[in-house]
């Protein structure tokens, strides 16, 4: 089945570690996205990469990093220098935009919960 | 950043009831989007909307495209208990997408 997968499902952080969430996708998409999702807020963009190789700063990047060495891959990684790290975090991908139509829509993995220990 | 206004932020309906949620914007948008989303996982897309005024539907949803590009609606007739979740909207603008807070459905049995 082609889709977005995302693992661990649940991660645990402790003081000053960084930890990596893995995104891997199969269904051919060029452009990739992480975004963090609090409590009763809508999600928000950290990092996104339309190519590979390629990736700009979403709307709250500081304390995060990423790479996107190959199409399929687009880990994220949360640093130390990340003070609030707990959150619900997915991983979207989305397709080449379509002539007449547009962007194409962006579909989302299951998500990694990180949580500080 | 930018977020979108999304009402009401929660409703709680009898099942068989019809539910409808919009979304507002200050800014223009070239797409909007409607997602659903259980816990626990990621949210789902229901319907994109491409062109100002376009009505779509997907079974018993229906959404709306305003005219204005500024805002969109969502319809669900006769809801059912599996309708429960955090309905979100999207406007996007080239890549990138701006998301209401979400709309959280309970349904009574």
């Known amino acids: 089945d082609g889709g977005i997968t995302q693992s661990p499902k649940y991660l645990f952080r402790k003081e000053g570690q960084n930890v990596t969430l893995s995104c891997e996708q199969n269904l051919n998409h060029d452009a990739m996205y992480w975004y963090r999702q609090d409590p009763g807020q809508g999600l928000r963009l950290i990092y996104y990469?339309?190519?590979?190789?390629?990736?700009q700063k979403g709307d709250i990047a500081e304390g995060y990093s990423v790479s996107r060495e190959k199409k399929e891959s687009f880990p994220l990684t949360v640093t130390s220098a990340q003070k609030n790290p707990t959150a619900f975090y997915l991983c979207a991908s989305s397709g080449r935009p379509r002539t007449g139509v547009g962007n194409q829509p962006q579909h989302f993995g299951d998500g990694t919960r990180l949580s500080i220990l | 950043g930018q977020q979108l206004n999304q009402s009401p932020q929660s409703m709680f309906i009898q099942e068989g009831e019809d539910v409808s949620m919009n979304c507002t914007s200050s800014s223009i948008f070239n797409t909007w989007l409607w997602y659903k989303q259980d816990p626990g996982e990621g949210p789902v897309l229901l319907i994109a909307?491409?062109?100002?005024?376009e009505l779509t539907s997907n079974g018993r949803l229906t959404a709306q495209f305003g005219i204005t590009r500024k805002d969109s609606f969502l319809n669900i007739s006769a809801s059912i208990p599996s309708d429960v979740g955090i309905y979100f909207c999207?406007?996007?603008?080239?890549?990138?997408?701006?998301f209401g807070a979400g709309t959280i459905l309970r349904v009574k049995s």
């Open positions: 909307l491409y062109k100002a005024g």
């Open positions: 999207a406007g996007q603008r080239g890549n990138k997408l701006v």
């Open positions: 990469s339309q190519i590979v190789n390629d990736f």
